[in-house]
């Protein structure tokens, strides 16, 4: 066996010891204010028997605090008031700051989206582009191939042309003859 023991069970003891602890502050608390002495946080870690640590943690202090101001319900002091506004100021700063940030941010984040969105047009006008580019390209090589067509059509009808030149001469150059002979004959 361990001897430092099992640590699963002694977190569940120091768990235990500290709610007990917490317990007992409360409960000294309420005394004092039932007996109507004067709260404070050593007051009440005397009582409860307690470290004054404790009685300044959540759960502890927000007790303490409002038992103070029932003890006397007063309207603060200057210095309270001070502090009060000294905290309200920095906690006023603080939300400027964070406001700033969360402005940049999203200034950060509209500048992506619109860089983003801008590729995506791009690529779009890109595909439409290259959809004109195919299309053109087609109709180039149908206008080509017409065009072959058409040289090859009009070399066969001047070959064509050509022969029946010379057919049409030698037609000529026969009747000629025939003309000739005919005269001759005559």
Known sequence: ?????????????????????RQRALTALALLEQQGKKITHTAVARTAGVSAWLTYTEGIREHI????QRQHPTTPSPARIRSTTATLRTELELARQEIRTLREDRDRMRKAIQH???QQLDALDTRNLTERIDE?????QRLEDSLQQATDDNHRLQARVGTL??????ARTSL???????NTNR
Do not use: V
Request: proline residues 4%.
């Open 116 to 118: 983003q969105l801008g």
């Open 176 to 182: 000629r003859r025939m003309i000739r002979e005919e």
């Open 65 to 68: 605090e409002a038992a103070q």
């Open 136 to 140: 053109l390209t087609r109709n180039s």
């Open 1 to 21: 066996m361990n001897p430092r023991g099992n640590p699963h069970t002694l977190a569940q003891a120091r768990r235990r010891t500290s709610l007990d602890k």
């Open 165 to 170: 030149e010379t057919d049409l001469a030698a």
